[in-house]
């Protein structure tokens, strides 16, 4: 019997939902989807913030460019969706003046931020054994600032020397000590109280995403080293502030500043080099010719496209192993007013994490993330009884979210590499091949998974191109 709870979730939003195959729908004024079969300097597969910015770039030097995107939307692991009357971050969110490149790109387009009111909680709720503790966000905070000093502590200076400038990530060998520990290993090393354990648990699985008897405990050094070795600095850079207008307005500035032809609708089948130039075919059979190429597929999705001759296989193993990002977020919009709440419960809880978002007049907005495939976000019912767990009494009105891990065109949400990964991966994956560029949030050097890595590794792949083209035509 059909439930009456389920329902439909958002797929895509936005002014490019009506976009097929072979129509352009941005670009040049200049350029008509006339040129689907001329020669292009670049062409970049994949319309994401990585993509996005290296179109911008590579069609502001001069160079004919040409994006080819999946979707029916351009960016990618970011979109936004319509929920009783707000405008909701499905994928990517939360940036920070902390993260260089997205915030030049802010104050360029002249975009401000707006807040989650339950990143800075005023009431916290835990799991402790099982047993849901309704406490002070002070003492949560408390009892994961002296487990967290504990884990990433790994050299008495909080793990300054394992990335002492974490945008040089391959600065020294420190790092490769580290690299074959998991989450639940590295854990497993240190002394913690069961208070200790389960907070800190809610932590790691939220920043993975995934299963932290696989995921790096590398990541984590990583991610303390972007965060300036603070696990406060660090929360209020991965979840605080979200782009006011939308992660929709700063793609659109992008996508509009530059001049590429966009081809919404168009997934690319297969990718194919000589000496002469690049061919990229289409899943429906439509060539384009190219000098060169920006690859921005996902890491979880390089392998599914086949790349003649193949792909160095460093590249290839990394993307057929994956990243650990598999997890659910979803927004759960409840009657009560819960205000500045935020909630946290271990690995791997339904929830392990979860805070409010906004309230309005409707009750409370919380944004929620868990363990792959535990909660069915399409049934009320279920939602609430996880819910429950972390926030007794909630009743919930409405749920929404985005299943990126069978999403065809991610196979995942954001990136946090298995532990091994780092040392196999990093520089095979930015690695050029030909005339082919690759450029991904996967393998950025800073923010690595987040939208300011993205926008990174978009600059760096176009100054590789932009340095191969002038050498090529002076
Ligand atoms: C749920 C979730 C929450 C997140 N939270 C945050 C956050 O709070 N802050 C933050 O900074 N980051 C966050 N991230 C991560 C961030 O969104 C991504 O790291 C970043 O947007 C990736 O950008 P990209 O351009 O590298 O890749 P993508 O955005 O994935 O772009 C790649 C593009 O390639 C396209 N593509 C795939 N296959 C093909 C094909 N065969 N042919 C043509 N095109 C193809 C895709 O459709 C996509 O548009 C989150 C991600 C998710 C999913």
Not at 42 to 68: N, P
Not at 94 to 111: T, V
Not at 172 to 190: A, P, V
Not at 285 to 300: E, F, I, M, Q, W
Request: aromatic share 10%; glycine share 8%; charged share 25%.
């Amino acid at each position: 019997m059909a439930n009456k709870n389920k329902k439909q979730l958002p797929q895509a939003s936005g002014a490019f939902k009506k976009a097929v195959e072979g129509v352009t729908v941005q670009g040049s004024s200049k350029v008509s989807s006339k040129r689907a079969d001329d020669n292009y300097d670049v062409v970049i597969i994949g319309a994401g913030f990585a993509g996005a910015i290296a179109a911008r770039e590579l069609s502001k030097a001069g160079m004919r460019t040409l994006i080819l995107e999946a979707r029916e939307r351009p960016g990618g692991r970011t979109f936004n969706a319509d929920f009783n009357g707000a405008r909701l971050e499905m994928g990517g969110t939360w940036i920070h003046w902390g993260q260089p490149h997205i915030w030049a790109e802010m104050r360029r387009y002249g975009l401000d931020v707006k807040e989650s009111i339950g990143a800075t909680p005023e009431k916290t709720n835990w799991v402790v054994n099982d047993k849901l503790i309704e406490g002070t966000s002070e003492r949560n905070f408390e009892i994961l600032g002296n487990a967290y000093k504990k884990f990433v502590d790994v050299d008495g200076q909080m793990g300054r020397t394992i990335f002492p400038q974490p945008f040089s990530p391959l600065l020294n060998n420190n790092y490769k000590k580290f690299d074959s520990l998991s989450l639940t290993e590295r854990m497993k090393e240190i002394d913690l109280s069961d208070e200790e354990r389960d907070v800190l648990s809610s932590l790691t699985a939220m920043c993975c995403h995934g299963d932290p008897d696989k995921a790096g405990f590398l990541d984590m050094l990583k991610w303390n080293a972007n965060a300036y070795y603070d696990v406060g600095v660090m929360w209020d850079m991965c979840a605080r502030y979200k782009i006011k207008t939308g992660t929709e307005s700063l793609i659109q500035a992008i996508l509009e500043d530059g001049s590429a032809d966009l081809k919404l609708s168009t997934p690319v089948s297969e990718v194919r080099q000589d000496i002469n130039g690049v061919q990229v075919t289409t899943a429906l059979g439509s060539t384009y010719k190219a000098n060169t190429v920006v690859v921005t597929l996902p890491l979880n999705i390089i392998k599914d496209v086949s790349f003649f001759p193949a792909l160095a296989p460093p590249k290839l193993a990394s993307s057929t192993l994956g990243h650990t990002g598999k997890g659910t977020k979803f927004f759960v919009l409840i009657k009560q007013k819960v205000g500045r709440w935020s909630a946290s419960a271990p690995y791997p809880r339904r929830i392990v994490a979860a805070w409010s978002d906004y309230e309005n007049e409707q009750g409370t907005t919380i944004v929620c993330f868990g363990p792959q495939g535990l909660v069915d976000i399409t049934d009320r019912n279920d939602v609430q009884s996880a819910l429950r767990e972390i926030l007794p009494g909630a009743e919930v009105l409405d749920v929404t979210g985005h299943d990126w891990a069978t999403d065809p065109y991610a196979k995942g949400t954001w990136c946090w590499y298995n532990s091994n990964q780092f040392t196999d991966s990093l520089a095979a994956l930015q690695g050029a091949e030909g005339r082919l560029h690759f450029a991904s949030a996967d393998s950025a050097n800073g923010w690595r998974g987040f939208i300011d890595g993205a926008i990174e590794s978009g600059l760096r792949a176009s100054q590789e191109i932009k340095a191969k083209y002038v050498v090529e035509n002076s």
